[in-house]
């Protein structure tokens, strides 16, 4: 097969759709869901953070285990696992019921991410890396785009819980496609020699090689991405999980409306993350270094996120032209935040480092949910955007005084 390694980003990419259309199902379903069965904001933003605490936990768990089983194996466990969880999530019948239901969600979730950044790592030469991460982080707002649509016309004609199962379903589908298809480069049967020379190429083999975590929290640049992630990526949680409730709470837009209009911002997402990716490229093949190219693409979308400080104040349309501005700005940045990692650390060690790291994305949701919807119940969403508008120029001020060289 030649240019299997973009058959392998489909693998990925695919995946990461069906993680964000399962976690996005309840968000979708929200409305509907929490006045049947009376869950107030502050409980639903507790049965989010349920999601949260384990999905934050696995992050450093699934990465490791990513390195110790090779990421065959380590994907398709966590794609079952999340999977059924979500499945699991039609027999509610209350807010307990979901939080319960939504932990187990968590405990798989986030492994999808560790996993592919170690694929990218495995599989693409540095040049490519921004751009295959790219791919992921599309993905995840490709997901976020299908879900409204998707999601809304399900429960309309079958109802919420069969929603969840119908969803629940695609993962196990995928995992027939990924176990027949995935090897690493040195081992895959159908990979021309071209290509794993092209792969390969200035790589040093390092088998068996580990790095204690000891190690790794010494370093500047695990703080620098991890501390980074924790001030940016509440802006991302914030317009994954709430967006569908804030445009039927404040704008009275209704669950067809929800279903029309909602998808917008996650297509600018995607165009963000695939164009962020494509300039750190780009400035690479001209000769920039690598970190450095990651950086100068970061810097212009960082100034762009205050904007989002307006969409309280505009109109609905205007307001969602908006969101959209900063959902691609921010995919933009964090696609090369993410690219850092496989930049800095050697391929064995990949998913322990990204594991670190992406614990901050963790922990920037487990913090920043429950606290959005106690600032909501009691201030209102205005608040909320005026937080979001300042917490990417805190997190680029990091990432430059920290994460300055190689590991």
């Keep these: 097969m030649k240019n299997l390694r973009w058959t392998i980003a489909a693998l990925l990419f695919l995946a990461t759709v069906i993680n964000y259309i399962d976690r996005q199902t309840l968000s979708v379903v929200a409305p509907v869901l929490t006045r049947e069965l009376n869950i107030s904001n502050t409980e639903y933003s507790n049965i989010l953070t349920a999601f949260l605490v384990p999905y934050t936990f696995m992050y450093v768990v699934s990465g490791w285990l990513c390195d110790r089983w090779g990421t065959r194996r380590a994907l398709a466990t966590f794609m079952a696992w999340w999977s059924a969880a979500n499945m699991l999530h039609a027999t509610a019948r209350g807010a307990f019921g979901l939080g319960a239901f939504r932990f187990l969600l968590g405990l798989g979730e986030s492994g999808n991410f560790m996993a592919a950044e170690k694929a990218i790592s495995e599989w693409f030469p540095a040049r490519e890396r921004g751009f295959a991460n790219g791919l992921v982080n599309a993905a995840a ?214 594991g670190v790291v992406g614990l901050g994305s963790g922990l920037a949701g487990a913090i920043s949910t429950p606290v959005v919807g106690r600032i909501v119940d009691a201030f209102g969403y205005g608040a909320v955007f005026w937080v979001m508008g300042f917490l990417h120029l805190i997190a680029m001020t990091i990432v430059l005084t920290l994460v300055r060289k190689r590991a």
């Design 141 to 354: 707002a490709t997901g976020a785009i299908i879900s409204p649509p998707l999601i809304a016309f399900v429960t309309l004609h079958f109802g919420w819980r069969f929603a969840f199962v119908a969803t629940g379903a695609l993962g196990f589908l995928w995992l027939i496609a990924w176990l027949l298809l995935y090897h690493i480069p040195q081992q895959h049967p159908g990979i021309t020699a071209e290509e794993r020379a092209y792969i390969l190429e200035g790589r040093v083999a390092r088998p068996g090689h580990r790095i204690p975590y000891s190690v790794l929290l010494r370093m500047p640049q695990v703080w620098g991405l991890l501390v980074s992630r924790v001030f940016a990526d509440p802006v991302w949680w914030f317009y994954l999980f709430w967006l569908p409730k804030y445009l039927s709470d404040v704008r009275g837009f209704t669950l067809v409306q929800i279903g029309l209009f909602s998808w917008m911002p996650y297509l600018a997402a995607d165009l963000g993350s695939l164009f962020g990716g494509w300039v750190s490229g780009r400035l690479i093949a001209r000769g920039k270094p690598v970190l450095d190219a990651r950086r100068h693409t970061m810097i212009p979308f960082v100034l762009l996120m205050p904007l989002g400080i307006l969409v309280n104040y505009l109109p609905s349309s205007q307001a969602l032209a908006v969101i959209c501005l900063i959902t691609f700005s921010h995919m933009a940045w964090k696609t090369n935040l993410m690219t850092m990692t496989n930049d800095i650390f050697p391929t064995e060690v990949v998913g322990s480092a990204a």
